[in-house]
């Protein structure tokens, strides 16, 4: 359809009701439905990965936010994926390997990994969660061979960024500055792999213009997609020792749905959003305690951003954007 001639009103209504399927963002779900025809359920894998920021190399805390279980705590062990995927029918999967970092192992092992992953025919994909201080030129070669040899599979790479801020980095525990970030997504843009950023919205000290300087930064970035995570404060982490100590509050539901409607809002509407909240163990989640209504959280900002005619993209400042580009190696 030639657009020349409709007004943005119109543009938008048919972006909404058709790239976007009746949501007012570019969600992974329309994404895969746009490109593959179906939805796929991504199931997190637990590959007995540990972390530089756990085992010495930089600390032995790990990042103040994370858990015991490096963030898979809904993982499973790599063996129970067949199992898994054979019994599904026709039904597709994207293999996430979440927990802890992902790329930081011996390339044999992360190779095997990979390619026995890879060969199971109901995973239509893989996606590695990894920090960006842990993509040597051996693992950016081991990911371009696999891109090569597995062609009708797609490969990401999810990076956890977190924020642009240096302070909010240094008292989060990051352990890698801001340029290394950008070095590592540079690297894999050049290798045709997209690339998924991870952002925390309510991190100590940060103010809502401070969130969306971070998102502004990202537009400019070759980015395919975001994942834009209420901050969890977990049971048995430095920052439930802060929080207990009333160092910080957390932000309310009201607020939170300002700020990541504010976020979405910014955000390049190319920009695939992987996550607009996020999923905290019930036993292991000290606050805040109304996200563990995730349907209804959801349910409320698509209503909050239909009432106040809120969309991706809507305060864009039209910043050169890669995320169409970088959608084109998938």
Not at 91 to 98: G, K, P, S
Not at 184 to 197: D, Q
Not at 246 to 251: A, C, I, S, T, W
Not at 292 to 298: A, D, Q, R, T
């Amino acid at each position: 359809m030639d657009k020349r001639n409709f007004s943005q009103k119109e543009i938008l209504k048919e972006t909404i009701s058709g790239k976007w399927h009746d949501k007012r963002y570019y969600s992974l779900e329309a994404f895969l439905k746009n490109r593959y025809g179906c939805r796929m359920k991504k199931i997190s894998i637990d590959a007995g990965f540990t972390c530089p920021n756990r085992d010495g190399t930089l600390d032995t805390r790990g990042c103040i936010f994370c858990s015991s279980g490096g963030s898979g705590e809904f993982a499973v062990p790599p063996d129970s994926l067949a199992a898994r995927t054979e019994t599904a029918g026709s039904e597709r999967f994207i293999a996430y390997f979440q927990a802890y970092t992902c790329t930081y192992a011996p390339v044999p092992y992360l190779e095997k990994l990979y390619r026995e992953t890879l060969e199971l025919p109901f995973v239509s994909g893989i996606s590695i969660a990894t920090r960006p201080d842990c993509l040597p030129a051996e693992v950016l070669s081991l990911l371009r061979l696999l891109k090569n040899d597995y062609p009708d599979k797609f490969l990401w790479v999810e990076l956890g960024l977190q924020t642009i801020h240096k302070e909010t980095a240094a008292y989060i525990r990051r352990g890698y500055p801001l340029s290394r970030f950008v070095q590592a997504v540079t690297a894999l843009h050049e290798l045709g792999v997209p690339v998924i950023v991870h952002v925390i919205l309510g991190l100590p000290g940060e103010d809502r213009n401070m969130m969306l300087q971070t998102v502004d930064y990202l537009n400019r970035l070759p980015v395919f997609g975001i994942k834009l995570q209420l901050l969890h404060v977990l049971r048995g982490t430095d920052l439930a020792l802060d929080y207990e100590k009333g160092k910080f509050r957390v932000l309310t539901m009201e607020e939170y749905l300002d700020i990541v409607i504010s976020c979405i809002e910014h955000l390049s509407p190319d920009t695939v959003i992987h996550r607009v909240t996020g999923d905290g163990a019930r036993e292991l989640l000290a606050a805040p305690t109304w996200s563990l209504e995730k349907k209804k959280v959801l349910n409320a900002l698509h209503h909050r951003m239909k009432l106040q005619n809120s969309y991706q993209g809507k305060y864009w400042k039209g910043e050169k954007c890669y995320a169409a580009q970088t959608a084109d190696h998938l």
